[in-house]
């Protein structure tokens, strides 16, 4: 089918959205970033430089935008959690197709709105379940419908978020407040939920979870540490894993690393950029004496509609690395590290292991082992021919399994087993 070549709106020039930037500067042939919406001047002329964008395109609110008529195809957003429903609810209203970062949004209620509003106008719509859209996922999958293990029983599914991802985002960043954007399930693991309801292929019917903030809060702070780790006493602060001159400057400034997660505190990269920002800004915060309020474990039990089962752990105590996976079938049994398929075969015995070669070189092309650059490609496609067959993360599968996200939460404050309907 031929691709027309795709105009797009970015709105929220922030991590995603810079990255998608980049993902579309590297297929000039097939789409171009034609405006942006972001309020940091920094970030909107970031992409506005790298996409050649005249000024007069480049605006501080996605509000501009939307007061104007449709100039485009389709519009990225961006934004963070609790600013997906307006600018869904008015650019499906103009008719733009929408590519919409995760969660859809931060309750229930909005999801719903967001979906009914999406349907009705028949716009294409994604949602950025960025693990279906995997090399690895989709190899995966075609094993299991090969039939490699016969019938899936259970699964067990380890999200290792990673000591320092944990205090990056959930206890001093973005995430780690549930008041603020949302609780852990639907901000780290909708994906790993999503994940497993794709390739369970099955309608989940109950879900029950438990878990806890084990460490993160100020009881468990060590008596004579500051409230800052740079104003930490030094005997303190260097037997503290979770330090941030350890994780920010030790561990990646002074080594030459200066992208993400330090790039999220300054746009100054430098050691004296990042020690300013670290005695001034939220992520220069005791780990134990932050507004967070986020689990850092969790464990959600599932059922499915054949009786089939699921364990999802979620935790912050490991080293950060892909997401770890055994399934358990009728005729043979799979261990995966998001990356290599080992299959044992009960009949044969035969054991052999499939690469899916997965290669992160940090850009958005590779990262999420290549979903970013997965969904980014089937968006455009299914913007530019009209052919919606490649979107695997629409309207009503992300439902779905957000309905489980909440649901699990629920039930990790009740101590119910919920039902999924
Ligand atoms: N798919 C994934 O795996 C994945 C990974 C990380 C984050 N996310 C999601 O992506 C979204 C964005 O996350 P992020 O890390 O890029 O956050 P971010 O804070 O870096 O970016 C959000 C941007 O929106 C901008 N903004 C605020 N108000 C605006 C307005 N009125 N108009 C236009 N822009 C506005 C902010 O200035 C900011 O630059 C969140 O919903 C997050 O949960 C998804």
């Not at 996976?325 to 009728?330: A, V």
Request: hydrophobic share 35%; glycine share 8%; charged share 25%.
């Amino acid at each position: 089918m031929e691709e027309k070549k795709v105009d797009v709106i970015i709105v929220g020039c922030g991590g995603r959205g810079t990255g998608y930037a980049g993902f579309i500067e590297k297929c000039p042939d097939r789409a171009r970033v034609v405006a942006v919406a972001e309020p940091r001047d920094f970030y909107r002329d970031q992409v506005g430089d790298m996409h050649n964008i005249p000024q007069n395109m480049r605006f501080h609110t996605w509000e501009e935008i939307a007061a104007l008529p449709k100039f485009a195809d389709a519009v990225l957003v961006c934004t963070m959690d609790d600013l997906h429903e307006a600018p869904v609810m008015a650019f499906a209203d103009k008719g733009y197709d929408i590519l919409l970062e995760k969660p859809i949004a931060p309750t229930l209620e909005a999801c719903r709105r967001i979906v009914a509003k999406v349907k009705e106008k028949g716009i294409i719509f994604a949602v950025c379940h960025v693990m279906r859209y995997t090399k690895y996922t989709r190899q995966l999958k075609k094993l299991l419908e090969e039939g490699v293990i016969g019938d899936i029983v259970s699964i067990q599914h380890l999200e290792p978020v990673g000591h320092w991802h944990q205090c990056h985002s959930f206890v001093r960043g973005n995430w780690r407040n549930s008041k603020e954007t949302c609780f852990m399930l639907l901000a780290k693991c909708c994906h790993d939920m999503d994940w497993l309801s794709h390739v369970m292929d099955k309608k989940c019917s109950k879900v029950h979870s438990f878990g806890s903030l084990f460490e993160f809060r100020a009881e468990k702070q060590p008596a004579g540490a500051a409230d800052r780790c740079t104003d930490c006493p030094p005997d303190i602060e260097s037997m503290c894993p979770y330090s941030a001159l350890k994780i920010y400057l030790r561990d990646r400034v002074a080594k030459g690393q200066q992208g993400w997660p330090t790039n999220v505190l300054t746009t100054d990269v430098t050691p004296a950029g990042v020690v300013k920002a670290l005695r001034e800004g939220p992520y220069g915060r005791c780990i134990y004496k932050c507004d967070n309020d986020v689990v850092d474990n969790q464990v959600v039990n599932m059922t499915f509609e054949n009786g089939a089962t699921a364990q999802m752990v979620m935790t912050a105590f490991c080293n950060e690395s892909g997401r770890q996976t055994r399934i358990f079938g009728t005729k043979g049994s799979i261990l995966t590290d998001s990356s290599l398929i080992h299959i044992t075969n009960f009949l044969t015995g035969e054991k052999r292991t499939v690469d899916t070669n997965i290669a992160n070189d940090g850009s958005i092309l590779s990262g999420h082992g290549g979903g970013d650059g997965g969904i980014m490609d089937a968006f455009i496609r299914a913007v530019a021919t009209g052919d919606r067959s490649g979107i695997l993360s629409g309207a009503d599968e992300t439902l779905e399994s957000h309905l489980m996200c909440f649901l699990a939460e629920e039930s990790r404050l009740t101590g119910e087993v919920k039902e999924v309907k």
